[in-house]
């Protein structure tokens, strides 16, 4: 027991001596962000993008130093089909468990998607004084992105969802007690499944003493993900199949019809930050 607290005790002064010498920092990210896929037929537009940020620099020498600390981001995109009239299917299965083909129609549909996630960065900061009270700052490095949800917000002026029975080769349009037909101002919510990946990060900017124990960072940043956030092991209809009603479809999303998408996001804009020294 002994041991054990001595070792806790060296171990907690250890991070309390690297922690005195570190550079905390606290600031907001604003830009472009876009959550960007392959999926054909989609488009997306772009919107302001943020994240707020805490975190400590380690100085390793007068110019090189190892960063990290955590972010709270959020990105916001409209998504709509590249063609309004496009029919998009897939195989389902009715109450009585024969297979057929769902295919679904939606006019000026429109997908609201919202992302928020935890990022925890690790960089490299190079720096070096370039005038009285500046210095010039270079960071590289990688981020972990969590997505902590993604929702979606659809709507369409009208859906019409039929179904098709290769076996017998019959076609069914207008049954909506068996969820065939079409539905007017179709509204919905949904969320995709989503896993952690990967995001290289860049900034190139200025720091500004203010003082004698703080400066103002201001920079530009470029952030790119690798592999996609969405996890899901089957295509979907963009809008699910209700076998009682043409009513209460769920809304699955675009990005759902395709298993295999990726899905990741892409930021640049500006950075502000106080740091402590």
Do not use: C
């Not at 805490?54 to 390793?60: A, E, F, P, Q, T």
């Not at 909506?176 to 499944?193: D, I, K, L, R, T």
């Not at 900017?205 to 092991?233: P, R």
């Amino acid at each position: 027991m002994k041991l054990n607290i001595k070792n806790t005790i060296g171990i907690t002064a250890f991070l309390v001596s690297q922690a005195m010498v570190a550079q905390f920092y606290v600031g907001v990210q604003s830009g472009i962000g876009n959550i960007q896929s392959d999926v054909n037929g989609t488009s997306s537009g772009y919107e302001l993008g943020g994240a707020i940020k805490v975190g400590y620099i380690y100085s390793l020498s007068n110019h090189i130093g190892i960063g990290t600390g955590i972010e709270f981001s959020q990105y916001k995109q409209d998504v709509f089909l590249s063609n309004s009239s496009a029919t998009l299917s897939n195989f389902e299965v009715d109450p009585s468990t024969s297979a057929f083909e769902y295919r679904i129609t939606a006019s000026n549909y429109k997908e609201r998607q919202s992302l928020h996630a935890i990022q925890i960065p690790l960089f490299v900061q190079y720096k070096t004084n370039i005038n009285k009270g500046i210095d010039f700052n270079f960071r590289a490095g990688a981020k972990y992105f969590l997505p902590v949800n993604y929702k979606i917000k659809a709507t369409a002026t009208n859906v019409n969802g039929t179904a098709y029975y290769p076996d017998v080769n019959l076609t069914i349009d207008d049954l909506p007690e068996y969820g065939f037909g079409s539905q007017s101002n179709y509204s919905a919510s949904g969320e995709y499944e989503t896993k952690g990946i990967v995001m290289s990060m860049f900034e190139l900017g200025f720091t500004f003493d203010m003082g004698a124990k703080n400066a103002l960072y201001a920079a530009m940043f470029l952030e790119n993900g690798y592999g996609s956030i969405l996890d899901q092991d089957k295509d979907e209809s963009y809008i699910g199949y209700n076998p009682t009603s043409v009513a209460d479809r769920k809304a699955n999303g675009l990005y759902s019809t395709d298993k295999n998408a990726k899905i990741r996001p892409v930021a640049f804009g500006v950075t502000l930050a106080w740091n402590f020294k």
